[in-house]
């Protein structure tokens, strides 16, 4: 689904030098060889992570997963899925250990549709990654290692970085340009360094940590479940994994500790008999052990993700911190998305360079707030001994007391822990009462959507083939702003989207002004992106399936995107009296709809009422204005 | 998960030869194959299906190939997905066509996990089927032809089927022995000549259809749902196909014909002229034409599947019929799926040779009904104008007046279609009151479960990680008998729980008679089959997860299944008051509990009260006894 045409560019010269081939650089490969870039894609390793590191998928990367059309890539490697968490301490005044409550991953007060982590060694993960990319026409360049590099946006406007980079053993080197570079290298970034950029230690706290993963043989129950145990043996993490292997963390040495040493370690043989005395009275034997590294890491965060807005930098470079939330792929395939989706945008003409710095402040405070949760993580339930249960308590209970400051906690770690707590802050993407879109149809008080987080999940019914589908996942990770029309009852709104269509169509829209040049040449098959590349439309109708027909209820523009048309018509159980329960999830009034901006990320940017008139329109050429490269809706807004 | 060691055979010997690679043929090969058996599969076509054939996969085959875990390999094919199926008639006093009602594909009165039919070319299937012999150490030979057989039990009691193979260029040759020959080779079955098997031709009429596969370009609102269109200018049948492509069926002469020719044809063209006629007044053009046929088709249903218990026919060979209801490929799934698990239980020594008796009239009884219901299928639109109104109506209301006949018909259409409807009747495997097994607590009068139909689905929780899972799912297609201990609550069930396993412990009980030689060589990792090859025993507890014990509440014979223990903890709007929805579905009570008996193809076959005593097991032993090998159970049905 290449959007633009072939790169014709000198053999030298690419779209964006990626360095490091871990879940950020794949991430942002993956999406840019779709959108058409060219790519150089290197990565110092020979072959991909053979063995250990990260391996939680939350439940909001699995959704984009899917989104990618990779999730059954995924899946199809059998891996382990981890529905609750279960805490394990000294039973009062006996010996050994108790299960002292459970906590559901991701509790049903969270409308997830895999509410479950899924846990699968990361090397699978990169291949079905590096699958798709080569289908792209993308190989990571193995194993060449970046040796140096320049930016010079002045003395070479269009290709302004010059990489330099060599085979680890030296035979052989190259040097190319590019418009951008990206350092996907992992906490020892070289590009980091050469950059001078700090790294802050948000708690000075560190710790030597052992991690084995391997096949047992025990009688503890919860070997199939994330666990975590405290002993006075001391204390230990379990995580279950794809092919009957489990994964075990143990802390070996903590700065607070009188004898601390960064530099001190433990046997494989050593935490095996840390584990049977934490794990006591259960026995727990090895069969085989895949993986074993000792490693200090402290809570690390970059000062900067750039300095020029040509070099960046994500994943690990940025951010280092605890394995305990499995945490670390899913924050970088996150920051990944956010650069891959706004390169496209100002590479492709729509948006202005500055969009490129709302890079750094939306993933840098995701950064801070995953080092505060990290700390809190392991106090929450350290400090209070009834913690696990008030905790299974609030996960199954939607009427918990909201005044107890545990459970709130409690709630607000499930959402960020399960990816759906990503908040990113008012800008010119993330509609606030300061940004340029002001009027009486900008955010209407009924709302449920929150700016800056993700579209609610629901469910409707294509009209065109009776499908059953999920609205959220309707739009693939194209690049492409979402326009999600909620259509209320065309009975009703029929005017409202006649002057919608109208006001989109008329020259200078942010609609028309970004207008595919081929857009007479368009396949009718083009289901996406007939008319613009940065915009696809969907219409949700106020209606049974049967009762809708699309030439008749909808004006020609939105019914040209006749594969995204929906019914309203699914039933669901968290809004059961609702006639139309998508519109009624997103606090929107089926008399009057709405149209909400969802971006290309899959955040909500705006939402705005559906008026007769060109109000809504006028509000969505504000809003698109903000960071649009051309002028829009000059016209109306002067009517 | 071969459960045979690798069969030693001389090399001109094999278990079975199996001809014909389609549907039938691939799924005997690829069951067979995962149980260890030596195959010899040839197919006289160089390669598989490339274009056209049979397409539509029916919600409970694709619960069937999941089951084989085959079932995401096809769905990364996108198949089409059918939710509903739209009539469209000559509207009352107008011109042209109109679309008078739709009809669910697979009503919500059908539990199904399913709910729509599949679409997807023959020969994307036939590939997932080989890719997974392969990997189960069997090809299909090709392009092999069968040139003649022999069967003849007394002269070689062990390997009796003598079959002469041959490249289809006639260059080399074989001549094989096989315990069993297989006919999977289509209308025109070779084997089935040869053994002088006549075709009872059920309904005299016979058709000659046309049939065209490509892509369009139309305004027909419902191209991308299935539709049954009957015009003044003729009848056509539409269905959506994956890649944006349509198969359109067209009656091109019928027997009832003044003129009726068999050998009547008509031109792509022609075609295509008459389906512009019959869309009229939407236009339809052809961008693209990728398979088009016309054949006469006639219903005929064999006389036979079998003459001696050694060579067998399966799929086509044994019945044809119209390809409205797209059912053969399903059918052909089904037959070699009940000759399979058959073949297996025989030669692995469980079940007397005479079981293999049982194929025969369970399929045939199947493919009868299937040629009852092709007659009526047609006949059921064309007799009532309002036929499609009234059928949407009972589709989603479940209070629909049951005495109306016509809504009867409609129901046990969409329940037949759906595959749901496959109704063994009474034998040694399908318990009735005429079964050896007799006694007060067989088929308690609670239960929903109907003997000969298959399990009912049910939500429940894996104790062991917390998973939910679909219960009827939980033992893959492994050849064994599944037990499902439905253990009501254990506090109330716990000696009736300990009697069950003493039971099923005792020498000579249905479950002891059949245990692994290697039984105490087994690794703890073997979760289904660790003590019979025969069975695989899953316990479900009517309590909340986090309040089961395993080794607390179970017998260790049942918590040895440690990941077949489940509770019954999950909401089902079905049952929305039920403690323990999935009892709640079985209609079986929490306070006293139940075994189901489900055979290896998922189909009940007996259900029995959980009492203390030896009355449940006795009653086991004696359903098992019906077929078994050995005597069971004598010593407690002498208590």
Redesign the interface.
């Known amino acids: 689904m290449a959007t633009h045409a072939d790169r014709r560019y000198a053999s030298n010269k690419y779209d964006i030098v990626i360095v490091g081939a871990g879940p950020a650089g794949l991430m942002l490969s993956t999406c840019l060889a779709r959108w058409g870039y060219k790519i150089k894609h290197i990565d110092n390793r020979a072959e991909p992570t053979p063995t250990g590191r990260a391996d939680g998928i939350q439940p909001r990367s699995l959704d984009l997963l899917r989104n990618m059309g990779l999730k059954?890539?995924i899946?199809?490697h059998k891996p382990?899925?981890?529905?609750?968490v279960a805490f394990w301490d000294p039973p009062r005044g006996g010996k050994g250990i108790a299960r002292t409550g459970?906590w559901a991953s991701c509790p049903s007060f969270i409308d997830a549709r895999y509410p479950?982590t899924t846990l699968l060694h990361q090397g699978m993960i990169e291949r079905v990654f590096i699958a798709d990319l080569e289908k792209n026409g993308t190989q990571v360049q193995r194993p060449w290692t970046i040796t140096g590099f320049t930016s010079d946006e002045k003395a070479n406007p269009e290709f302004p970085v010059t990489v330099q980079l060599e085979h680890i053993d030296g035979t052989s080197s190259e040097s190319v340009q590019a418009k951008y570079l990206f350092g996907g290298e992992g906490a020892r970034s070289f590009i980091r360094e050469q950059l001078k950029i700090g790294v802050k230690h948000k708690d000075p706290i560190a710790h030597v940590w052992g991690v084995m993963d391997g096949?047992v043989?025990t009688?503890f129950?919860?070997?199939?479940?994330k666990c975590t145990i405290h002993s006075e043996h001391g204390s230990i993490m379990v995580i279950?994994r794809e092919d009957?292997m489990v994964r075990l963390y143990i802390q070996i040495a903590s700065s607070t500790d009188a004898d601390w040493n960064p530099r001190k370690t433990a046997t494989q043989e050593e935490v095996q008999e840390s584990a049977k005395r934490i794990l006591n009275p259960y026995s727990i034997e090895w069969e085989r052990v895949e993986w074993y590294s000792v490693y200090p890491i402290g809570q690390g965060i970059s000062e900067k993700y750039t300095l020029d807005h040509r070099v960046f930098l994500g994943g690990d470079a940025c951010h280092t911190h605890s394995p305990k939330a499995g945490q670390g792929m899913n924050t970088a395939f996150l920051d990944a998305l956010n650069l891959a989706w706004k390169i496209h945008a100002v590479e492709g003409g729509l948006a202005k360079r500055s969009l490129l710095e709302t890079y750094e402040p939306e993933r840098k405070d995701v950064a801070e707030t995953l080092l505060d949760f990290d700390n809190k993580y392991a106090k929450l339930f350290s400090q209070r001994p009834d913690a696990a249960s008030e905790a299974?308590a609030a996960s199954t209970s939607s009427s918990a007391a909201e005044d107890n400051e545990f459970i709130k906690a409690f709630k607000s770690a499930c959402e960020f822990t399960s990816g759906y707590g990503v908040a990113y802050k008012p800008n010119e993407l993330n509609w606030s009462p300061s940004h340029p879109a002001q009027s009486h149809v900008v955010h209407p008080a009924s709302t449920k959507l929150r700016t800056g987080r993700l579209l609610i999940n629901a469910d409707v019914t294509r009209v065109?083939?009776?499908?059953?589908v999920h609205v959220e996942q309707e739009v693939p990770l194209n690049g492409a702003f979402r326009l999600f029309v909620f259509a209320g009852k065309p009975a009703v709104t029929a005017q409202a989207l006649r002057d919608l269509a109208v006001g989109m169509a008329r020259r200078g829209s942010f609609y028309s002004a970004y207008a595919r040049a081929d857009a007479d040449a368009v396949s009718?098959?083009e289901h996406h992106n007939p008319h613009s590349r940065f915009f696809t439309v969907c219409t949700v109708v106020a209606a049974q399936r049967?009762a809708v027909?699309?030439?008749r209820d909808l004006p020609a523009l939105l019914a040209r995107y006749r594969e995204h048309v929906y019914a309203d018509d699914r039933r669901d159980r968290r809004v059961p009296d609702a006639a139309a329960p998508a519109h009624a999830k997103m606090g929107l009034d089926q008399d009057r709809g709405g149209v909400v901006v969802v971006r290309p990320d899959g955040y909500v940017g705006i939402v705005v009422s559906l008026e007769e008139g060109t109000a809504t329109v006028d509000a969505l050429n504000q809003y698109f204005g903000a960071f649009s490269t051309k002028k829009l809706g000059e016209t109306q807004a002067q009517l």
Chains 1, 2 share one sequence.
Do not use: G, Q, W
Not at 221 to 225: R, S
Not at 464 to 468: C, I, L, P, R, T
């Open positions: 059954s890539a899946m199809a382990a899925r981890v529905y609750e459970t479950f096949v043989k009688d129950p919860d070997i199939k479940m279950p009957n299974s065109v083939d009776a499908n059953v009718h098959h049967s027909d699309i030439p």
